[in-house]
């Protein structure tokens, strides 16, 4: 079940305890020796034997979404050097969120992480916490718990907990909104296309505690839309091709086909609206850069599994309980366009946004 992938070197072995035993009841310390073990199982494999300390990574979706995968590559770069083997877990809530499904996954999941006994376990986005961590795993000695990708509050799953903490994630709506103002003068209003997961109404949320707080974006928002299927995604994108000036892409992961009840690939949605849609398009997250998106500063999963990863290094090298962390948020956005796009669209991108993007799409 654990694999090392990708392998990693040998750890520091963790320095001893001391020479203070005689100082110390030997009751008192037998206490604070199953305390410290229990909170922390690695160490006994960390003092000597070799073994690689225990990573598991669940993941709400499936192996296939990009987004997984870069948070995979960001927990394996930020624990480089350790001595680590990993197992990987998906819940697939996109593709199949059904309640009564997702309750009885998230409670066989967590079965199976305490039966695997892990050193540090990373729950990546909303549907895990929701379904695994929070009932389940939350509030114990073990194991610990380092999140990334929640959308939520992080009091609607009651963290920190003494054995959780992570990374909040936040899409660039702002940001976004001003580089599309930038590359398009002309444009004065924004259209958002979400899907209706829970996941794309704590965007939502976000988005309008932003405004609340900062003012409006560099673009007024035209109107929200939300679609549970494919089908109404499509009307949705042909009625605005008359009324709004820019297309915000949000999410589009959870649409239904209304004929056969089937999640529609998110690859399919944006090829799809590629063929039809004549208006720019605004992303906010590292998916958009395989989806024909004309611009956007988009939020990285390889920067939220990163952050983790530095912080699951914490608990493992520091020996520092989670819930001892406090919680992050990424800040770091790409500046992405797509010159292919552009093209397509009759658009000239200014030389100085180009030179300024992390991603250049040719």
């Given amino acids: 079940m654990w694999a090392e992938e990708p392998p990693r070197s040998q750890s520091a072995r963790a320095s001893g305890f001391g020479q203070g035993l005689a100082a110390v009841g030997l009751a008192a310390l037998c206490a604070v020796l199953w305390a410290t073990l229990a909170a922390f199982p690695g160490l006994l494999r960390a003092q000597?034997?070799?073994?690689?300390?225990?990573?598991?990574?669940v993941h709400s979706y499936h192996p296939g979404y990009?987004?997984?995968?870069?948070?995979n590559k960001g927990v394996y770069e930020a624990l480089g050097g350790?001595?680590?083997?990993?197992?990987?877990?998906?819940?697939?809530?996109?593709?199949?969120?059904?309640?009564?499904?997702?309750?009885?996954?998230?409670?066989d999941m967590a079965r199976t992480i305490a039966e695997m006994e892990p050193d540090a376990v990373v729950a990546a986005d909303d549907a895990?916490?929701?379904?695994?961590?929070?009932?389940?795993l939350k509030g114990g000695i073990t194991p610990q718990v380092i999140f990334c990708g929640v959308n939520g509050p992080p009091d609607r799953y009651g963290y920190p907990a003494a054995n959780v903490s992570g990374v909040r994630e936040r899409f660039h709506f702002r940001e976004g909104v001003a580089l599309a103002k930038r590359i398009l003068p002309q444009a004065a209003n924004i259209a958002y296309l979400f899907d209706a997961s829970e996941t794309s109404l704590f965007l939502r949320q976000d988005m309008a505690r932003d405004v609340a707080?900062?003012?409006?974006?560099a673009l007024?928002?035209?109107?929200?839309?939300?679609?549970?299927?494919?089908?109404?995604?499509?009307?949705?994108?042909?009625?605005?091709?008359?009324?709004?000036?820019?297309?915000?892409?949000a999410l589009y992961h959870s649409l239904k086909d209304e004929q056969t009840g089937e999640a529609?690939?998110?690859?399919?949605?944006?090829e799809w609206t590629r063929t039809v849609n004549t208006k720019p398009t605004l992303g906010f997250a590292d998916f958009s850069v395989d989806h024909h998106v004309l611009c956007g500063v988009l939020e990285s999963g390889f920067?939220?599994?990163?952050?983790?990863?530095?912080?699951?290094?914490?608990?493992?090298?520091?020996?520092?309980?989670?819930?001892?962390?406090?919680?992050?948020?990424?800040?770091?956005?790409?500046?992405?366009v797509n010159l292919k796009t552009a093209e397509n669209l009759g658009l000239d991108i200014p030389y100085d946004v180009i030179e300024a993007a992390s991603v250049v799409v040719h």
């Fill in 66 to 71: 990009s987004w997984t995968q870069e948070i």
């Fill in 220 to 249: 007024t928002q035209q109107s929200l839309n939300c679609a549970v299927t494919f089908q109404q995604w499509q009307r949705r994108v042909l009625d605005l091709q008359s009324q709004a000036d820019v297309l915000g892409m």
């Fill in 264 to 270: 529609v690939p998110a690859a399919e949605v944006a």
């Fill in 213 to 217: 707080e900062g003012g409006p974006f």
């Fill in 303 to 336: 920067e939220q599994g990163f952050l983790a990863g530095q912080m699951v290094r914490e608990v493992l090298v520091g020996r520092i309980a989670a819930g001892a962390l406090p919680m992050r948020v990424n800040e770091s956005g790409m500046v992405m």
């Fill in 128 to 136: 895990v916490q929701e379904y695994v961590i929070s009932p389940h």
């Fill in 82 to 107: 350790l001595n680590v083997s990993y197992s990987v877990l998906y819940l697939d809530a996109k593709r199949q969120h059904e309640l009564q499904r997702l309750q009885l996954a998230g409670r």
């Fill in 48 to 57: 000597g034997t070799g073994a690689p300390l225990r990573v598991c990574i």
